[in-house]
Each structure stands twice: as structure tokens, then as C-alpha cells.
């Protein structure tokens, strides 16, 4: 699976977009990207997956470049329950091997 | 629909003493997964089944972990004997689906085990 890059840390304020970026320049064809976040002390929690064309649902807004190499993750309106750990995860479609988080984002929304 | 649900929330022991770690998958979900995540390695997948067969077992530490999953509505993760350095949080989730499909994991609160 293709390697991702995002920064280690970021700062929102409370009710603006928060937009979350992931580099994946190594990605092929097959690969979707994927969104969780961790809020602590809880588990994962899926947010949204792509793989080319953009992406909403009720959660959030998945924009991936037309070269596909990388992607953002917005938050419309963040609130302070949306600071969490936000993880941009490559999978290959059938791949056995399955979801492989990196270090993530941890994003806090600062009232 | 309770999620997935793990047991226990906290755990303590001494080193040597055996730990079963338990998990109760989504209803009607067909994958299940067990994690482990700490501060040094972050969230490593352990062993992955599918239909209650063990698919992925190549993230397991060492013989001293194994898992089952005796029925589609509950597996065990047990590590005997327990060290220090397996003091984490043990995470379980469950999807619908199986290897050709791109299926949302739902993950429990996770096991924060303590290992002294």
C-alpha cells in the first residue's frame, strides 16, 4: 500500500473548515484513501474513502487532486468535539492486507 | 445497535499471569479484527478473520498471543504469559464484508491492559 504523509499537528477554530491534507504521490490506480480519526481514549472511527472523484457525506468532505497524489480532508465547520487524531490511510480494493494506520494529524479546534 | 463491545475496559496484571481479552462484534458483521496501539508503534493490526476463520495472522507478536473466534458474535485474544511490554490498548472492530470490498471498520472502546 502507498505510503502517506500529513503534518503532525494542526490548529482550528471553533466553528471555521478545518482542512486536513495527505500527500500519497505513490498511490496507483487501485488504491482508495480512507479517513478515521481518534478522539482520545476511544477508538478509531471511520469519517470517509475515495478513491477519485470528490466525496461528502454527513460527516465531512473528501477532496482528492485529479492526479490523485494527494488529498484533503475538510471539516465544514469544526466544533471542539472534532479535536482528535485524523489518520489518511492508502488501501489497495481486495487487497488481503487490510487498514494500516500511520501517525496521523492530531487536530485541535480551539474555541 | 450497541457497537462493538470489548471486555474488560481495564486491566491489571502481573507479569506471567494469562489475559483474555474479549470482543462482541457488530450483529450481521462477517470480519473481525484485533488491534493493538501504543505510544512508540501507534495502531499495529494483530490478526484479522473472516466468516470466523483466521485469514491474517502475520501482526501476532509471538506464540504467546493467539485468537479465536469461536462463533460470528464473540472472540478472544489471550496472551500467556503476559509481559511488561505488552502493557496497550487492545483495540477490536468488526466490518460487513469481506477481502474484495472496501468495508468501513467499527472499532470498540478497547482493552487498556496494564501488564506490571
Known amino acids: 500500500d502507498a505510503k502517506t504523509t500529513q503534518p503532525t499537528s494542526m490548529d482550528c477554530a471553533e466553528g471555521r473548515a478545518a482542512n486536513l491534507p495527505c500527500n500519497h504521490s505513490?498511490?496507483?490506480?487501485?488504491?482508495?484513501v480512507y479517513w478515521y480519526r481518534q478522539i482520545h481514549s476511544q477508538g478509531p472511527q471511520y469519517i470517509i474513502h475515495?478513491?477519485?472523484n470528490n466525496e461528502t457525506n454527513e460527516m465531512a468532505s473528501l477532496i482528492i487532486t485529479e492526479d490523485r497524489k494527494s488529498s484533503t480532508l475538510i471539516l465544514p465547520h469544526a466544533t471542539l468535539r472534532d479535536t482528535a487524531v485524523y489518520y489518511c490511510?492508502?488501501?489497495?480494493?481486495?487487497?488481503?492486507?487490510?487498514?494500516?494506520f500511520g501517525s496521523g494529524t492530531q487536530l485541535t479546534v480551539l474555541p | 445497535d450497541a457497537g462493538v463491545i470489548q471486555s474488560p475496559r481495564h486491566e491489571v496484571t502481573e507479569m506471567g499471569q494469562e489475559v483474555t481479552l474479549r470482543c462482541k462484534p457488530i450483529?450481521?458483521?462477517?470480519?473481525l479484527f484485533w488491534y493493538r496501539q501504543t505510544m512508540m508503534r501507534g495502531l499495529e493490526l494483530l490478526i484479522y478473520?473472516?466468516?470466523?476463520?483466521?485469514?491474517?495472522d502475520s501482526g501476532m507478536p509471538e506464540d504467546r498471543f493467539s485468537a479465536k473466534m469461536p462463533n460470528a458474535s464473540f472472540s478472544t485474544l489471550k496472551i500467556q504469559p503476559s509481559e511488561p511490554r505488552d502493557s496497550a490498548v487492545y483495540f477490536c472492530?468488526?466490518?460487513?464484508?469481506?477481502?474484495?470490498?472496501?468495508?468501513?471498520?467499527?472499532f470498540g472502546s478497547g482493552t487498556q491492559l496494564s501488564v506490571l
Open positions: 478473520f473472516n466468516n470466523n476463520v483466521p485469514i491474517d
Open positions: 450483529s450481521g458483521h462477517n470480519s
Open positions: 472492530a468488526s466490518s460487513f464484508g469481506g477481502l474484495a470490498t472496501n468495508e468501513k471498520l467499527f
Open positions: 475515495g478513491l477519485k
Open positions: 490511510i492508502v488501501r489497495v480494493a481486495g487487497s488481503a492486507r487490510q487498514l494500516t
Open positions: 505513490t498511490i496507483s490506480g487501485n488504491e482508495y
